[in-house]
């Protein structure tokens, strides 16, 4: 069974710093995608950025960015120039790229991102 | 638009009494699933759906029924809910690399 790990319960970060959000994951499939979710007070789950296993290079979006590293099964989020609509939840979860498949889930980092 | 609808957004019932929460999604995805988010757990799947007519459990289905009759609909019902299954619900379709959520139920049981 794939489990994900999120050690950091909650974080905060002033407005303008970069903020890294950690996340741990176990599986013996070689094969499979990893995700980070924002979760606004909203309630609506965002997919922030997706990283596919097999592809060594890590996944950016605009002032996301992750830090795959395969063979420690770790895949952190880095949030530069951070912003108060940055705070959220956050989400790490893996999917085996195998058909379709569930996502599992993290258990959330709240991130508070102060002005 | 492409998007994932639930209904209700907010209910309060009481225990034991039936409801079913319902969700659509205009994009012809063949699978669907339901997960039930609470604080400290992360979200959880209850059910999943790879196609019309074929549902299969999650990992915590206890509690809970599916159907899948139609490729856009797939309520999640309750028959007789309890106080443990007061959570936030959301409702996904798509495929491995690219799953649309809903905008979430949330249950009180009281």
């Known amino acids: 069974a794939q489990t994900v790990t999120q050690s950091q319960p909650e974080m905060s970060v002033q407005e303008a710093e970069t903020v890294t959000l950690s996340c741990t994951y176990d599986t013996s499939e070689n094969n499979y995608y990893l995700f980070w979710y924002k979760q606004p007070p909203s309630r609506q789950m965002i997919l922030v950025i997706r990283?596919?296993?097999?592809?060594?290079q890590n996944a950016t979006e605009n002032r996301f960015s992750v830090n795959f590293q395969k063979a420690a099964k770790s895949f952190s989020l880095k949030i530069s120039d951070s912003q108060l609509g940055d705070t959220a939840m956050y989400f790490c979860a893996f999917s085996i790229n195998s058909g379709n498949t569930p996502l599992v889930f993290g258990k959330g980092t709240r991130l508070s991102v102060i002005a | 638009e492409a998007q994932v609808t639930q209904n209700p957004r907010y209910l309060i019932t009481v225990t034991g009494k039936k409801l079913t929460v319902t969700c659509s999604q205009n994009?012809?995805?063949?699978?669907m699933s339901w997960y039930r988010q609470d604080p400290g757990l992360g979200l959880r799947q209850i059910y999943y759906?790879?196609?019309?007519?074929?549902?299969d459990k999650g990992d915590v289905p206890e509690g809970y029924k599916v159907s899948r009759k139609e490729k856009r609909n797939f309520p999640l019902i309750l028959e007789s809910p309890s106080p443990n299954q007061t959570s936030l619900y959301f409702c996904a379709s798509g495929r491995t690399y690219e799953q649309y959520f809903g905008p979430g139920t949330r249950l009180t049981v009281t």
């Open positions: 990283q596919e296993a097999y592809k060594q």
């Open positions: 759906s790879m196609n019309v007519e074929v549902t």
């Open positions: 994009m012809n995805h063949e699978y």
